[in-house]
């Protein structure tokens, strides 16, 4: 039996949530990744993880508006992030993406 199952569940919450908290950081510290490139490559981006924070608050009972839940995951208002660091997609860029969408739709 590993450790992980011997773990109470508000310790393996606690975890998780420190877990998130390293991956949102490690985000908010690699801007000039792509939020494209990443739904290429992953399937998921920082515009997920808001809408998936968003509908966590939601399940718990926490009324969050969505864009506050934005702000949690940029660091920032959402707008200025993407004036700030958000790329014109590239031709090839949206290519990819829309072959991974097509083969979700089919």
Do not use: P
Request: hydrophobic share 40%; glycine share 4%; net charge negative.
């Amino acid at each position: 039996m590993s450790e992980l199952e011997n773990l109470s569940t508000e310790q393996l919450n606690a975890i998780k949530a420190g877990v998130f908290d390293r991956l949102v950081a490690h985000l908010d510290k690699r801007k000039d990744v792509q939020n494209i490139d990443l739904m290429i490559l992953a399937g998921f981006c920082r515009n997920c993880l808001y809408k998936w924070t968003h509908a966590e608050a939601t399940e718990a009972g926490v009324e969050i508006d969505i864009t506050e839940a934005q702000q949690a995951i940029y660091g920032m208002d959402y707008g200025e992030w993407k004036k700030q660091f958000q790329a014109k997609a590239t031709e090839q860029q949206m290519a990819a993406f829309n072959a991974i969408t097509a083969d979700k739709l089919s």
